[in-house]
């Protein structure tokens, strides 16, 4: 047992997990790796997110889409694969010329350059699970082999995903997702994991019982299959063999009553059915069944899998306190587990509604105010209530995870808008007393004169009185440029009231207004313009095109606190 997980900040970072990785992460800090990649399905799925109180709030998100095709991207992430000059570059280019520059190649170049930096990360104790398609498979382990070399291979896992399949008329129902298993070296950390007995197994072997304990046993073998062994042949009850022990270990389990005699006295050793651990575990895993439809479980989210599936791989190739990492994390089922098997862990996901679905699942299942009492003592007793410590970081990409983001905290939603925008959060903003700024952003003209602009978020519904409301607040606040922000498209109306404020007109170096410089008073962005990369327009961001700014300014700026943005 660990002594404490506090100390740990884990993480769920919002973005590019090859951008993460890069920027992020340090070479061999990471224990246990898995991955479950979306693969080129032609569609696109939502996941439903329902909110705690039980309402069915219908905030969608496109968990992932078909990017996997031939275009600048991946192009550029071939050619960086290609300099690598090394044998994954060479199966890369060889794939190429087998594949072409299709779909299928997209993918396993955007996965490869993905496998290479995992590689980089990992321990050299550490393993890696990659969960794929059987269409590509064969495909990946290829890829696998290159990056982690063949002799880190371990196995290919076949789970049982589906119990059926059906419509099938002219082929056999694919029923089964592919595991594949590697390590960074030939040592790795590996716990062995047992599976239950069935029933049919236990009433075939375990055949014998005690009359006074009623305990169930089977009978195994006691020779040495080596017969060169002259320490352990000696004669027992009168039958001299190669036996498995010494004369001494032979001796104490007859003590112990852990040997069972026939009627010639030849012996054979006493396996109790309760004291077997299961059946050590193959790598056909069809004992852990898929989610149902209506199951505890499930979250709606379209490639979960099934806590069990994780809980084996964690407990076998990972010790408690381990850092767990998963860069395709989704609906976040190997954090859940990670959690309750108290491993450090790291979430990567490029939506930011699954970056607070993980959020929600996490604080659902351990925060101690969502348990009720029996809960909590059961929870307790599996040892898994402890305090929550992690952080997010990243931002929204798309509208969806924008709105999804103002659906789940609006006050969030703001300081992620603010912080787009360069601006200071509000932090003296009370409930139920909104002063009409959301943010500031401060300024120095080339005149030394500072200037402010106010910030406006809204994720509601929007009118013309807001843009009023917005020229009130920068008259009273003396400010030089107001800004709205709205997660919806403004109204006309709206964008004719910020018309008739006009412009800001900066004062240059020499303390004339500059005219050439301009820019509107009251300015409205949507959340879909500022991701699709648009700013706000104010002198400091204009002046940027000046590559050396007057030497006057910097100074002035240097003297009152301001960045020079100008500066290049």
């Known amino acids: ?67 996997w095709h031939w275009g600048p991207e991946s192009q550029n992430a071939y050619s960086e694969l290609i300099d690598r000059a090394d044998k994954l570059s060479d199966l890369i280019e060889a794939l190429q010329r087998f594949l072409g520059a299709n779909d299928m190649m997209a993918y396993l170049v955007m996965m490869a350059i993905r496998l290479a930096e995992l590689h980089r990360v990992l321990k050299p104790k550490g393993s890696i699970y990659l969960h794929c398609d059987p269409l590509a498979s064969h495909y990946l382990k290829l890829i696998m082999d290159a990056v982690f070399g063949f002799q880190c291979y371990h196995a290919e896992i076949i789970w049982k995903r589906f119990s059926s399949h059906g419509n099938v008329y002219k082929n056999y129902g694919k029923v089964h997702d592919v ?98 651990k299961g059946q050590k575990v193959d790598d056909v895993w069809n004992d852990i069944k898929p989610l149902t439809h209506s199951g505890k479980e499930r979250l709606g989210y379209p490639t979960q899998k099934p806590e069990a599936l994780l809980e084996r791989i ?28 108290r491993r450090r862990w790291i979430g990567i996901d490029i939506t930011y509604l699954a970056i607070t679905l993980v959020r929600n699942r996490l604080e659902g299942a351990f925060s101690d105010e969502n348990a009720d009492e029996v809960d909590l003592e ?86 013309v009185s807001q843009i009023r409301d917005l020229i009130g607040v920068v008259k009273r606040e003396k400010a030089a440029i107001g800004v709205f922000v709205t997660l919806n498209p403004p109204t006309k109306p709206m964008e004719k009231e910020a018309l008739t404020e006009g412009y800001f007109v900066p004062l240059n170096i020499q303390g004339m207004p500059d005219q050439t410089h301009k820019v509107p008073r009251i300015q409205i ?39 020079a943005l100008s500066q290049e």
């Open 1 to 67: 047992m660990i002594d404490d997980l506090s100390k740990w900040k884990n993480k769920l970072y919002f973005g590019d997990n090859l951008d993460i990785l890069r920027e992020y992460f340090p070479a061999e800090c990471v224990d246990l790796i898995y991955l479950d990649p979306p693969f080129n399905s032609q569609a696109t799925y939502n996941v439903l997110f329902g909110e705690k109180n039980g309402s069915q709030s219908q905030a969608q998100i496109t968990a992932f889409e078909d990017t």
């Open 314 to 341: 964690i407990s076998a190739s990972s010790n408690e306190g381990d850092l767990v990492l998963d860069p395709f994390c989704g609906c976040g089922t190997t954090i859940a587990v990670a959690e309750r098997l």
């Open 378 to 463: 059961k929870a307790q007793a599996r040892n898994v209530i402890h305090r929550l410590n992690y952080e997010i970081i990243g931002d929204p990409r798309d509208l969806a995870s924008a709105r999804a983001l103002a659906d789940k905290d609006r006050h969030e939603f703001e300081r992620w808008i603010t912080g787009k925008l360069g601006a200071s959060h509000f932090k003296d903003k009370k409930k139920g007393a909104d002063s009409g700024i959301d943010g500031r952003i401060k300024f120095l003209e080339y005149s030394g004169e500072a200037r402010t602009i106010i910030v406006q978020v809204k994720s509601g519904g929007v009118g």
């Open 525 to 563: 962005l949507t959340v879909q313009d500022l991701l699709n990369g648009a700013t706000l327009m104010y002198p400091a961001m204009i002046h940027t095109t000046f590559k050396k700014p007057e030497r006057q300014y910097r100074e002035r700026a240097a003297e009152q606190g301001f960045l």
């Open 179 to 276: 595991v594949l298993f590697y390590s960074k070296t030939q040592t790795t950390k590996w716990n062995q994991p047992y599976a239950a007995l069935k029933e049919d197994y236990v009433t075939g072997h375990f055949t014998h019982q005690e009359s006074d304990t009623g305990r169930r046993y089977r009978l195994q073998n006691v020779l040495n299959p080596n017969k060169d062994r002259p320490n352990l042949t000696y004669e027992w009850n009168g039958h001299l063999r190669v036996w498995k022990w010494t004369k001494d270990r032979m001796q104490e389990l007859h003590d112990q009553g852990r040997l069972y005699y026939s009627s010639t006295g030849y012996p054979a050793l006493k396996q109790y059915l309760d004291e077997s």
